[in-house]
């Protein structure tokens, strides 16, 4: 007798049997305090519950993430190994999932201080571990880079990891009046008709564009990102990211390796609202640093399924503030406290002053403004 049965069975001859076979809102009450991986298994106990489970699934829309950092024991990069462990208590259905992890420890280089090569971690298995942690219908976009910027799980100081272990993995559900559409661009796939398809043009509900560009300096890389931002730059669209140095989810079938091309997120929708300011080169002190992040208030943005984002170039970070670690994203949880950090450190920022509330827009429409060497792009989004 399966575990669905014998539970069934045990309804039946139980005084709560008749409310919890047919009354659904004592059902569905219940029902919100089970993790999604648990509730699509009980889901299968009656009719009932499937449509209260359903219901349930469809309430749950604030933003998740897990973030890990440290060496890991298995022979996973750390958040794999973190994200097989919390999937199991997430209170929401995955639609989108951008990953972010550390370019050293997840193609498992050799450290100059060990004697025996770590096993190589940006393997297929690995990649296909972590995709099966998600439903097959999620999207995931993950990206390796330099450095990483995340906030602990479920709270904490946010932190800027310019060395050693350390991922994100930001988990979208399905939110009324939100629109996320992954898309990837290579010089054998842009084209006009491919970014309308991804709703990078001709779609007046675009709110916000997220970009990551890998193998940006090979010949041609850096024309295929014009190619891109020259469009958007006259959107009504805030544009943030940055330079990575390779995607390694979804495969990428159209392309050779080592090949140069543009991966992102379109976000679209009335709900969706953002603002990023730049830190230039001559923010170069907390005071300054902080300054300028303290412009995003004027947005006005609502704390609740709000996101930070920290684009920063690789020549930043404690180096560039006298010794000083963590400047930036101190200096933005100290105006932000509520609001959970993540980003990157990399080879290029993308970005400028730009605000997207409502039916409002404050921005620069200068496709060479929204490139930049030594600085750090700032951003919120909100979504629903």
Same mark, same amino acid.
């Given at each position: 007798m399966g575990e669905n049965e014998e539970f069934t069975d045990y309804l039946e001859d139980s005084k709560a049997a008749y409310v919890l076979s047919n009354v659904a809102e004592v059902v569905e009450r @219940?029902? !919100? &305090?089970? *993790? !999604?991986?648990?509730?699509?298994?009980?889901?299968?106990?009656?009719?009932?519950?499937? =449509?209260?489970?359903?219901?349930?699934?469809?309430? /749950? /829309?604030q933003l998740t993430w897990v973030s890990a950092c440290g060496p890991s024991a298995s022979g996973a990069h750390v958040l794999c190994s973190i994200l097989a462990e919390e999937v199991e208590k997430v209170f929401l259905l995955p639609k989108t999932v951008l990953t972010l992890v550390d370019l050293e420890s997840f193609n498992g280089r050799l450290d100059s201080r060990q004697n025996k090569a770590k096993k190589d971690r940006h393997s297929q298995d690995t990649v296909e571990q972590l995709n099966q942690l998600f439903p097959k219908s999620c999207d #995931? +976009?993950?990206?390796t880079t330099p450095g990483i910027v995340l906030t602990p799980s479920g709270s904490g100081l946010p932190r800027e990891y310019?060395?050693?272990?350390?991922? &994100?993995?930001? +988990?979208?559900?399905? #939110?009324d009046g939100v629109n996320i559409k992954p898309f990837h661009f290579?010089?054998?796939?842009?084209? !006009?008709a491919?970014?309308?398809?991804?709703?990078?043009? $001709? =779609?007046?509900?675009?709110?916000?564009?997220?970009? &990551?560009?890998?193998?940006? &300096?090979? *010949?041609?890389?850096?024309?295929?990102l014009s190619q891109i931002l020259e469009p958007l730059a006259k959107s009504k669209a805030l544009i943030a990211g940055g330079l990575v140095e390779s995607v390694f989810s979804p495969p990428r079938h159209c392309c050779s390796q080592g090949a140069f091309g543009v991966v992102g997120l379109a976000l679209s929708g009335p709900k969706?609202?953002?603002?990023?300011?730049?830190? $230039? /080169?001559? @923010?170069s002190n907390p005071k300054a640093a902080?300054? !300028?992040?303290r412009r995003l208030k004027a947005a006005k943005i609502p704390e609740r399924n709000t996101l930070g984002f920290m684009f920063a170039c690789v020549g930043r970070g404690q180096n560039y503030y006298q010794n000083q670690a963590n400047v930036e994203a101190d200096a933005f949880h100290k105006v932000f406290p509520n609001t959970p950090l993540f980003g990157l450190f990399g080879n290029g920022e993308i970005g400028c002053d730009r605000i997207v509330k409502d039916d409002y827009t404050l921005c620069d429409? $200068?496709?060479?403004?929204l490139q930049h060497e030594y600085t750090t792009v700032m951003t919120l989004i909100h979504l629903g």
């Open positions: @219940i029902l !919100t &305090f089970v *993790p !999604t991986k648990s509730l699509m298994r009980v889901a299968r106990v009656c009719r009932l519950w499937r =449509n209260c489970a359903r219901r349930v699934l469809r309430t /749950q /829309q #995931i +976009m993950g990206i310019q060395e050693g272990e350390a991922g &994100f993995a930001i +988990m979208f559900p399905s #939110i290579c010089k054998k796939s842009i084209c !006009t491919a970014l309308k398809e991804a709703g990078l043009v $001709d =779609n007046p509900e675009l709110r916000v564009v997220l970009l &990551f560009v890998y193998e940006a &300096f090979k *010949p041609g890389g850096l024309h295929l969706v609202q953002g603002a990023s300011v730049l830190l $230039d /080169q001559e @923010i902080e300054a !300028t992040i429409t $200068d496709t060479d403004s």
